[in-house]
């Protein structure tokens, strides 16, 4: 039988007034959002004292959720029928830094933070984002929180400002796209409330609300949709995801390594060309014992400033492939490393939340186990025995809870590891946005550097013709294939 149902034991049966048991009753209905269902069981050996032989009203059936909180999905609830589109297609988040900063003594940093879902745009500060993620692990502490950027007291430099925004960024994407926290009214309240103090907003909107498992409609009976190995299960997805987030770390560093170089590679390139342009702009007068080569000289210093072009156009391409590259491939691999990061705090959260609470429960459960045995062995007092009897129930009901969260926090678990594999055909797109970003820049790069080449190797000579279709090249033909010469089209080195 159901701890949670049955009747409590005679010694409760005491007659005091029915109107006192209903108005414990009701302020255990009404409790805060920092009570939650194990302090609803403490005060449920109180309410018995209050009744005669009317029945307990059952504490395990959580209070009917409103429209905004998690309803019983068709089919089984536990499997995720979603598809990376579905997930990409929730809402598109924009976070940007405002020029501006504001306060007179404290300057603070400002973020114009729009929704393409809610057609919103408002402004928060960190500490508006600190206090949304707080109230995310209050509601829904079984899920998938992101981790918030770390906060810097002084010192905050451009770099760092930039870093966090990007941060932030990924932050509430991922937020508002998860299937439970796009319904909720905290996340609508973030991102569309205009209103002076969101903060105080927010904490308002958590209160008189328990947790997601007060209010999910299949909290109760989460175990009977959980597979019967439900423990190897979460034990190979929790190593599985461990390999992944090493890997893709790895791969994002080498990455970032990579964009460094090319915005290096961008700088050096454009510093050649203006020491080019320098060079051929130089006005200083030619020695009278050098006056028979004047020509050479001046076809020369022409020739350095057309190369010079050459090499600004080859920097401009090295710049804007780093920072496609930092967009398209960093920031998404960013992006899904905050994700398996958030899992796997997720996994700590369960271990060293809800399972080691369940554990202490019952040692503490076995403890009073063998106090009553002892106590009975050695004849006390009814009174004592009494007591302690009472405090088995209590704790009982306490495991049944533990027990009951430990169900529901394997079965959000088992739904944030399929959320997971939702998100990992986007490392297909960003590895496919990273080689043809590759292939791109080096094919650029090898045209201007050929067309460098051809305009070098052309000073004082006559204009060369394409071998296959005897083509006269003029100017900037020499950096492309013969457009005119089917049989040379593929030809980087045409003219060469």
């Not at 579905?86 to 405002?98: F, M, S």
């Not at 209050?138 to 941060?167: Q, S």
């Not at 780093?322 to 992006?335: F, Y």
């Amino acid at each position: 039988m159901n701890r949670l149902h049955e009747p409590f034991p005679k010694q409760f049966n005491l007659s005091v007034a029915s109107d006192s048991a209903t108005l414990l009753w009701t302020i255990a209905r009404q409790a805060p959002l920092f009570m939650g269902f194990s302090s609803l069981l403490d005060i449920k050996p109180l309410i018995c004292l209050c009744l005669s032989d009317s029945p307990v009203p059952p504490v395990s059936e959580p209070r009917a959720p409103d429209a905004s909180r998690m309803q019983v999905p068709p089919g089984n609830p536990l499997l995720l029928s979603l598809t990376l589109q579905e997930l990409l297609a929730r809402d598109a988040v924009q976070v940007e830094l405002v020029p501006e900063k504001k306060g007179l003594f404290l300057k603070h940093v400002e973020y114009e933070v729009s929704s393409q879902r809610f057609k919103s745009c408002v402004y928060r500060r960190y500490n508006d984002f600190v206090v949304f993620h707080e109230t995310l692990l209050h509601k829904f502490p079984y899920r998938m929180v992101p981790a918030l950027p770390p906060k810097r007291m002084l010192g905050a430099d451009r770099e760092f400002i930039e870093a966090r925004r990007r941060a932030l960024k990924r932050f509430i994407n991922l937020v508002a796209r998860h299937p439970p926290f796009s319904e909720d009214v905290v996340l609508k309240l973030f991102l569309s409330f205009s209103g002076p103090d969101v903060q105080n907003k927010l904490k308002e909107s958590a209160q008189c609300v328990g947790d997601e498992f007060m209010n999910c409609k299949l909290a109760a009976r989460a175990k009977d949709f959980l597979p019967a190995d439900i423990q190897t299960q979460f034990a190979m997805s929790r190593e599985l995801i461990r390999n992944i987030y090493n890997s893709f770390h790895k791969l994002r560093d080498r990455a970032e390594r990579m964009v460094s170089r090319a915005i290096d590679n961008a700088a050096d390139l454009l510093i050649f060309g203006k020491e080019l342009s320098a060079l051929g702009s130089d006005t200083t007068p030619l020695p009278s014992w050098a006056s028979l080569n004047s020509g050479t000289w001046g076809s020369l210093k022409q020739a350095l400033k057309g190369l010079s072009v050459e090499f600004a156009l080859l920097a401009d391409k090295a710049a804007q492939q780093g920072k496609q590259e930092e967009n398209d491939v960093v920031e998404k691999l960013n992006l899904f490393l905050d994700l398996l990061q958030s899992y796997k705090d997720l996994c700590e959260r369960h271990e060293k939340g809800v399972l080691h609470k369940h554990q202490r429960a019952l040692h503490k459960y076995s403890l009073m186990k063998r106090q009553m045995m002892s106590a009975a062995a050695q004849s006390r007092e009814p009174e004592s025995v009494e007591q302690l009897e009472s405090r088995i129930v209590e704790q009982e009901n306490v495991i049944q809870t533990m027990e009951l969260r430990n169900h529901f926090s394997l079965y959000c678990l088992h739904q944030e590891t399929q959320l997971v594999h939702v998100y990992l055909p986007l490392t297909s797109h960003i590895l496919g946005a990273f080689v043809n970003s590759q292939i791109q820049g080096h094919k650029e790069q090898v045209l201007g550097f050929l067309s460098t080449l051809a305009l070098t190797a052309a000073q004082g000579q006559s204009p060369p013709t394409c071998p296959g279709c005897q083509r006269v090249a003029s100017g900037r033909l020499l950096a492309v294939v013969c457009v005119s010469c089917d049989q040379h089209r593929a030809s980087f080195a045409c003219f060469l």
